[in-house]
């Protein structure tokens, strides 16, 4: 069984550039999330949806982050302009939908650094 | 609220020696625990979880921790370590069923294992 699937595994950009992420969650998964991950600390969650609803951004910088999960399977992160403060990990993860608590699946993450 | 204390960003143990990793917990009522480990370049990978039931959980690789409700802790413990065991590890919550299955992660300890 394919894990989650995440790409690009690392992306360099400049400052004020636009970038996305892209997230393919484990095939059945309904609930998908995007968490961020600095240097040195856990994850934190940006944003977590069942199936096609965003159902927890709270997290989320929506000033120059947003997302989408069109279909309810692949999900893509965008930021837009890039900060220098952005550089870090930005893992997706999935879970089972129905389930609780529901263990949640990472994918290996994008690296972004941005210059 | 929830919220996750790791004590010790970093561990150094002897090949063969215990392991013993330190996760303490804020929860308001009983939450659910998990830990994860997470190699370079890669993902958070579930080592176990404390759901109900018994208090002592085992998990893969060997690993095993112990929910103490008195202490509010939930340490990881391994007998012997082992070189492939080096690498992060991450504490995390979970607040009761119907608020979201969103887990809480601490801020990670890294384990050296020295040959």
């Known amino acids: 069984e394919a894990g989650v699937v995440q790409s690009p595994r690392y992306k360099i950009i400049e400052k004020k550039q636009p970038v996305a992420f892209w997230c393919n969650p484990i095939s059945g998964h309904n609930t998908l999330y995007w968490y961020l991950q600095n240097l040195g600390q856990g994850p934190e969650l940006l944003i977590r949806?069942?199936?096609?609803?965003?159902?927890?951004d709270s997290q989320l910088p929506k000033d120059r982050f947003s997302a989408e999960r069109l279909k309810g399977v692949d999900s893509t992160l965008k930021i837009q302009p890039a900060e220098l403060g952005d550089s870090a990990v930005y893992l997706c993860?999935?879970?089972?939908?129905?389930?609780?608590?529901?263990?949640?699946?990472f994918g290996p993450g994008t690296r972004l650094t941005v210059l | 609220a929830q919220s996750v204390t790791q004590l010790g960003s970093h561990v150094s143990v002897s090949e063969g020696a215990l392991v013993l990793l330190r996760c303490n917990y804020s929860s308001s009522v009983p939450p659910y625990l998990f830990w994860y480990v997470q190699y370079p370049n890669q993902g958070l990978q579930l080592l176990l979880k404390?759901?109900?039931?018994?208090?002592l959980v085992k998990g893969i690789n060997g690993f095993e921790a112990e929910f103490k409700k008195s202490e509010t802790s939930f340490h990881l413990t391994k007998p012997s370590a082992h070189m492939s065991d080096a690498a992060e590890y991450f504490c995390?919550?979970?607040?009761?069923?119907?608020?979201?299955?969103?887990?809480?992660f601490g801020t990670g300890t890294s384990l050296t294992v020295i040959p």
């Open positions: 995390a919550v979970s607040p009761p069923p119907n608020t979201g299955n969103q887990f809480y």
């Open positions: 949806y069942e199936n096609e609803e965003a159902v927890d």
């Open positions: 404390y759901t109900t039931g018994a208090t």
């Open positions: 993860a999935s879970s089972l939908g129905g389930v609780y608590p529901s263990e949640q699946f």
